[in-house]
């Protein structure tokens, strides 16, 4: 409706210039005294008579009007008229990736109450080069929608297309081999323009440069003993720096690097060296134990730029969780420098045994909370048998020491949790990449079980969802797309342990649910597709007043914790429940270990 009212003037803007112009021109071309004699007192006979004698005056008004339209209807517009927000756009009733497919990849869309033929047609020229019959529809129980597939796997010819149905056409799309290059960049770019304490300059950050943040220093939490604490990836949309998400991301993107070396040549591992470096200094010298956390002591506004952000920073106290996310990362990373940095990978292994030892020593450390007057963030974890496990199946991979076996022995499988709270299956990939001389027969088995067991469950999901993504309703919570991204790395990791080819179409069928093929019709990863995520809750985004590309963010909820909207989104089914809003950090936020299984996604397509 807003776009409609705004197009409304433009269009009477155009008509009032052109109107003026003309009849200026009419005046300036006919003198008064030629003209007819005549009923002076008639319209067309005063009309006449008006022009011929103010010709010039119309003809500066005109120009004026014009001028108005140009430089002034624009800027005021935005004023006089709200912006239309995604909710309000029309959601067309073909759903699939926007960014689009390889030439041999499978390609099929979700087409919401249609039926009978559709066709692909080049775009913009709209020439037809495909057409086929939409399946019979379905109904999903989760969505509530009732769709139909539009298949055209056998169209393979390069170029830029939409797809059409009796109901109404797709968004446009590509067929390419390099259909995700450009957003593996920007996905993995975003790492970098998360780093705290570096300048950017306009030529490498756009609209979101700044100047080097956070430079101060910090404080430990109630001693007032200053610490001196640089780098880091700033987390999500706010500025603080956490150790337990970090885990999340720094393992993703190793695994990434592991498997598609190819995709990011010395990028990755410099990226995550940057976090590492950060990590490094977030460990208590005397004991080992790693702070839980550096942030301010609550969150800043949301439109404040990250060199603007001068608050004092402080170090939160120390946690289990930390020490053990610290201890698997820094253990597995030292084996992707062994060779390049020997000196640093003995860093990264000695700083994660001293972790290791605080864990012995502290068996019962209680689950971290915010101390008082702290409102960041808290990264809460009660339970921290996973994070032990990865810090033993971590240390036993890069040492082959049998106590880090016997210490994991208990653990494995015990947890198949693959975000930041969950770390479980982290320790069973990783004990499956033990050579063989090193392996314990029935843990190499238990860990390859706990494996094949979550992605056999999370496949049964994804086969009655009609958008074939792996959510069930009870699903859809804060960061459900973290999951979505993720249980698609699973389905990848599982491949070569089951040989289940159904496996890799799953993988990408979640990364087809990120780029627009979900209910929403909506890119969840912003900067990519012609329906994209624009409005996320990330302070450089808000205070530029443009979102940095390549961000996935967070994505339905059925809680809805940030309230924005509620009435109305309460009312939807589950996966409908999303809103593209500067302010719904519920909703719309962005966080490193949200991109990082996104990184792994891209780069398994690549």
């Not at 810090?391 to 880090?404: H, K, M, N, S």
Request: hydrophobic letters at 45%; glycine letters at 10%.
């Amino acid at each position: 409706m807003a776009n409609a009212v705004k197009d409304g003037i433009r269009i009477a803007a155009w008509v009032l210039a052109a109107a003026l112009l003309l009849a200026g021109l009419i005046g300036l071309c006919t003198p008064v005294d030629q003209l007819a004699p005549g009923d002076a007192s008639s319209l067309w006979s005063r009309l006449a008579r008006f022009t011929a004698r103010h010709g010039l005056p119309l003809m500066q008004l005109g120009l004026g009007v014009v001028a108005l339209r140009v430089f002034m209807v624009p800027l005021l517009l935005p004023l006089m008229i709200p912006a239309a927000a995604a909710e309000e756009l029309p959601l067309p009733c073909v759903r699939l990736n926007q960014l689009g497919y390889r030439p041999g990849d499978v390609k099929a869309a979700c087409v919401v109450d249609a039926q009978g033929a559709f066709a692909v047609l080049t775009y913009p020229a709209e020439e037809v080069v495909y057409e086929g019959q939409l399946s019979s529809p379905i109904q999903d129980p989760v969505s509530g929608d009732r769709i139909a597939r539009a298949v055209f796997s056998e169209l393979t010819r390069p170029g830029t297309y939409i797809l059409r149905t009796a109901g109404g056409s797709s968004h446009p799309f590509r067929i390419t081999e390099g259909a995700y290059q450009e957003a593996l960049a920007a996905s993995l770019g975003f790492f970098t323009l998360q780093r705290c304490g570096q300048a950017f300059t306009p030529q490498e950050a756009g609209r979101h440069a700044h100047g080097a943040c956070h430079t101060h220093g910090a404080a430990i939490y109630g001693t007032g003993i200053p610490k001196a604490v640089s780098g880091g990836w700033h987390d999500a949309g706010d500025y603080g720096r956490y150790v337990v998400p970090a885990g999340k991301a720094v393992l993703d993107l190793l695994l990434a690097r592991r498997d598609y070396p190819e995709a990011f040549g010395g990028a990755l591992l410099e990226e995550v060296r940057y976090e590492l470096d950060w990590l490094l200094q977030m460990q208590e010298e005397e004991t080992g134990g790693v702070y839980h956390k550096l942030t301010s002591m609550s969150f800043v506004p949301l439109n404040v730029m990250p060199d603007e952000c001068v608050v004092p920073m402080y170090l939160s106290p120390v946690s289990a969780t930390a020490t053990g996310d610290f201890a698997g990362m820094c253990a597995y990373a030292s084996l992707f420098f062994r060779e390049s940095d020997p000196g640093y990978a003995a860093t990264l292994l000695a700083a994660a045994e001293k972790a290791y030892g605080w864990l012995a020593a502290n068996p019962n450390a209680p689950g971290f909370t915010n101390p008082p007057g702290i409102t960041t963030g808290e990264y809460g974890d009660a339970e921290d048998s996973d994070e032990r496990a990865l810090a033993a199946a971590a240390l036993y991979l890069a040492t082959g020491e049998a106590r880090y076996q016997e210490d994991l022995r208990p653990l494995l499988g015990k947890n198949t949790g693959i975000g930041w709270a969950d770390m479980g299956l982290y320790s069973a990939l990783l004990y499956l990449q033990a050579p063989p001389e090193q392996r314990d027969e029935g843990m190499y088995a238990r860990a390859e079980k706990a494996l094949a067991d979550k992605a056999a469950r999370l496949a049964r999901i994804a086969q009655e969802d009609g958008y074939g993504v792996a959510l069930g309703s009870a699903d859809y919570i804060w960061g459900s797309n973290m999951n979505v991204a993720s249980h698609g790395m699973v389905f990848l990791l599982a491949y070569p342990y089951t040989k289940d080819d159904s496996l890799l179409q799953m993988a990408q069928n979640q990364l087809h649910y990120l780029l627009g093929k979900n209910p929403n019709g909506i890119s969840y990863v912003t900067g990519f597709g012609a329906y994209a995520a624009q409005k996320p809750h990330h302070r450089p985004s808000v205070a530029a007043g443009a979102a940095m590309p390549g961000m996935l963010v967070g994505g339905p909820n059925a809680g809805l914790e940030d309230g924005v909207e509620h009435a109305r989104l309460s009312k939807l089914p589950p996966p409908k429940r999303y809103l593209d809003h500067w302010d719904a950090y519920a909703l719309n936020e962005v966080a490193i270990y949200w991109n990082s299984p996104l990184v792994y996604l891209l780069a398994a397509f690549q």
